[in-house]
């Protein structure tokens, strides 16, 4: 395992301890919320109503089908509808147009009014209308309300002037008929037809569908007795029912599900098809157990400092996403200490052991560093590995043969590997033609280069050079005869090429140069690869 994948490993830990242990998250950093602008506006139709209710839909208009990109990464526009208040405000946070690439971008934006913001009677029903040209978006804020309000559509009928005519005597049950201007005055309420229910003068249309003369009477309860905080719902008949399921407090909170009987669902109908509900736990007074969606959570986007997407405790302390749809931000307290993408994680802090935290890594720029209380050292028993608790002692052979414990697998992806050893050994009898060689296994690698030098006596070296490697044959790197039989030093050092494809192992070899007088390759002699 190399050191960058040690750093991997360690993040993912720590960001596992912050989404399971402390549960915090961030908005967008300082810089990227300089490439970013608050738009926002407030929608009115040229009769002054406001577009209460209504959404806006933000649309980045791109010259010759080209991609945006941000700050060098791809930038992704928003495509939902946002909602405006009942003052028909919103606000947007858009990509900067002077700070999108390619240069030359604009927005351009689609208002549309909500179903019954004006009643049919006089009201259009739901409208829409958009931009006629699209408008650069600039600036840490920008008001877009004049654009918009220029070409708004109004939301209510012009009834209009005019007289009407008639010819002719009016036929009874039908509307009179007019070719000259006249005044439509009945003599007397009873001449007045309701056009809508056709009952005479003020006479209401019952559900029986007959026309009712107004009286008096007494609405009894016979549906059931009304309860104090009850929510009243229609029982199909005169009367009414109390529904014991849906509660209210008095004032303010709504509160579905008996204890004790039925659980609390909240259901939403889709517009199209389905049903989407929140459901609550069995036991709804302990804290931590969850309510249960049926569908997938779409939040906002948040913003450090301010607020956020998914909030834990504060205001300030939440995930968000950030100014790319596919990335993931954290913050703490109104400080972002996280950023995520599909290639980078990015800590803005130390990452730290969970048990003492004391023993951390420290990312700044070009440097990665041990830091922490506890004087932490970076260790990996993958990337250095000894000869083991006892020495090890060639074989009877004349043959390169794998030191044990001295052994590393590389994985199956081509990549490039350094190594390097430091060795003891003794040999009884000394004798010519021993060899410390390398070798890479069961894939033949791209090449290995390596280079060799062995103490023959406690001054003199003995060196040589492997080039080029790319069997799966062991070689000799260093040939050699010591000239004592005391504990003398070796190193080894080289680069690996690995070619992918298949599993390759790295090992390192001796060999005696006489098959009876054997080598001994000390206890605490070792190897590490990058």
């Given at each position: 395992?190399?050191?960058?994948?040690?750093?991997?490993?360690?993040?993912?830990?720590?960001?596992?301890?912050?989404?399971?242990?402390?549960?915090?998250?961030?908005?967008?950093?300082?810089?990227?919320?300089?490439?970013?602008?608050?738009?926002?506006?407030?929608?009115?139709?040229?009769?002054?109503?406001?577009?209460?209710?209504?959404?806006?839909?933000?649309?980045?208009?791109?010259?010759?089908?080209?991609?945006?990109?941000?700050?060098?990464?791809?930038?992704?526009?928003?495509?939902?509808?946002?909602?405006?208040?009942?003052?028909?405000?919103?606000?947007?946070?858009?990509?900067?147009?002077?700070?999108?690439?390619?240069?030359?971008?604009?927005?351009?934006?689609?208002?549309?009014?909500?179903i019954g913001t004006v009643q049919p009677a006089s009201g259009k029903g739901p409208v829409c209308f958009t931009l006629a040209s699209p408008i650069t978006i600039t600036g840490t804020s920008q008001s877009i309300s004049a654009n918009l309000n220029a070409v708004a559509l109004a939301l209510t009928r012009n009834p209009g002037t005019g007289t009407v005519t008639s010819s002719g005597a009016p036929i009874a049950g039908n509307?009179?008929?007019?070719?000259?201007?006249?005044?439509?005055?009945?003599?007397?309420?009873?001449?007045?037809?309701?056009?809508?229910?056709?009952?005479?003068?003020?006479?209401?249309?019952?559900?029986?569908?007959?026309?009712?003369?107004?009286?008096?009477?007494?609405?009894?309860?016979?549906?059931?007795?009304?309860?104090?905080?009850?929510?009243?719902?229609?029982?199909?008949?005169?009367?009414?029912?109390?529904?014991?399921?849906?509660?209210?407090?008095?004032?303010?909170?709504?509160?579905?599900?008996?204890?004790?009987?039925?659980?609390?669902?909240?259901?939403?109908?889709?517009?199209?098809?389905?049903?989407?509900?929140?459901?609550?736990?069995?036991?709804?007074?302990?804290?931590?157990?969850?309510?249960?969606?049926?569908?997938?959570?779409?939040?906002?986007?948040?913003?450090?400092?301010?607020?956020?997407?998914?909030?834990?405790?504060?205001?300030?302390?939440?995930?968000?996403?950030?100014?790319?749809?596919?990335?993931?931000?954290?913050?703490?307290?109104?400080?972002?200490?996280?950023?995520?993408?599909?290639?980078?994680?990015?800590?803005?802090?130390?990452?730290?052991?969970?048990?003492?935290?004391?023993?951390?890594?420290?990312?700044?720029?070009?440097?990665?560093?041990?830091?922490?209380?506890?004087?932490?050292?970076?260790?990996?028993?993958?990337?250095?590995?000894?000869?083991?608790?006892?020495?090890?002692?060639?074989?009877?052979?004349?043959?390169?043969?794998?030191?044990?414990?001295?052994?590393?697998?590389?994985?199956?992806?081509?990549?490039?590997?350094?190594?390097?050893?430091?060795?003891?050994?003794?040999?009884?009898?000394?004798?010519?033609?021993?060899?410390?060689?390398?070798?890479?296994?069961?894939?033949?690698?791209?090449?290995?280069?390596?280079?060799?030098?062995?103490y023959t006596n406690v001054t003199a070296l003995q060196g040589g050079v492997l080039n080029g490697l790319a069997t799966t044959t062991p070689t000799a790197v260093v040939t050699f005869q010591p000239a004592v039989t005391s504990i003398l030093r070796a190193e080894l050092d080289g680069t690996i090429e690995t070619a992918g494809g298949g599993a390759a192992t790295f090992n390192v070899y001796v060999l005696n140069g006489t098959?009876?007088?054997?080598?001994?390759?000390?206890?605490?002699?070792?190897?590490?690869?990058?």
């Amino acid at each position: 395992m190399t050191l960058h994948k040690v750093k991997w490993y360690l993040v993912a830990y720590v960001v596992l301890d912050l989404l399971i242990g402390y549960a915090g998250v961030i908005p967008l950093g300082t810089a990227a919320a300089a490439q970013f602008t608050t738009v926002t506006g407030t929608v009115v139709d040229p009769n002054g109503l406001p577009y209460a209710n209504g959404t806006i839909v933000s649309v980045l208009i791109l010259p010759g089908g080209t991609s945006p990109t941000l700050s060098g990464l791809p930038y992704s526009p928003p495509t939902q509808p946002v909602g405006l208040d009942a003052n028909g405000s919103f606000t947007l946070q858009l990509a900067d147009n002077n700070v999108l690439l390619p240069g030359g971008t604009t927005w351009n934006f689609t208002v549309c009014s909500a179903i019954g913001t004006v009643q049919p009677a006089s009201g259009k029903g739901p409208v829409c209308f958009t931009l006629a040209s699209p408008i650069t978006i600039t600036g840490t804020s920008q008001s877009i309300s004049a654009n918009l309000n220029a070409v708004a559509l109004a939301l209510t009928r012009n009834p209009g002037t005019g007289t009407v005519t008639s010819s002719g005597a009016p036929i009874a049950g039908n509307i009179p008929k007019f070719t000259t201007a006249t005044n439509i005055a009945p003599a007397a309420a009873s001449d007045i037809v309701n056009l809508f229910s056709g009952c005479v003068g003020t006479l209401p249309l019952g559900a029986d569908g007959a026309c009712h003369a107004t009286g008096t009477g007494t609405v009894t309860n016979t549906g059931g007795a009304l309860t104090a905080n009850a929510v009243v719902l229609g029982a199909g008949g005169n009367d009414t029912k109390v529904s014991t399921g849906i509660t209210t407090n008095g004032a303010s909170e709504l509160d579905v599900g008996v204890n004790g009987g039925v659980g609390g669902v909240l259901g939403g109908n889709g517009a199209t098809s389905g049903k989407a509900t929140i459901s609550a736990p069995a036991v709804a007074g302990t804290s931590t157990n969850p309510w249960a969606f049926s569908n997938v959570l779409q939040v906002p986007q948040g913003a450090i400092g301010t607020g956020q997407a998914i909030g834990i405790g504060s205001a300030k302390t939440g995930f968000h996403s950030g100014s790319i749809d596919a990335t993931l931000g954290a913050s703490i307290n109104g400080t972002e200490v996280l950023f995520m993408n599909a290639s980078t994680f990015d800590p803005a802090m130390p990452v730290c052991d969970y048990a003492t935290f004391t023993g951390c890594l420290t990312f700044a720029a070009n440097l990665i560093s041990a830091t922490g209380s506890g004087s932490p050292i970076i260790h990996s028993t993958n990337n250095t590995k000894a000869v083991g608790t006892s020495d090890f002692t060639s074989a009877n052979s004349a043959a390169l043969q794998a030191i044990t414990g001295l052994s590393f697998p590389l994985g199956s992806t081509a990549q490039v590997f350094t190594f390097h050893c430091a060795l003891m050994y003794s040999q009884a009898t000394n004798v010519a033609g021993d060899q410390f060689g390398v070798g890479v296994i069961t894939t033949a690698p791209t090449n290995v280069n390596a280079s060799g030098s062995v103490y023959t006596n406690v001054t003199a070296l003995q060196g040589g050079v492997l080039n080029g490697l790319a069997t799966t044959t062991p070689t000799a790197v260093v040939t050699f005869q010591p000239a004592v039989t005391s504990i003398l030093r070796a190193e080894l050092d080289g680069t690996i090429e690995t070619a992918g494809g298949g599993a390759a192992t790295f090992n390192v070899y001796v060999l005696n140069g006489t098959a009876a007088d054997v080598i001994v390759v000390k206890r605490g002699s070792y190897c590490t690869i990058y």
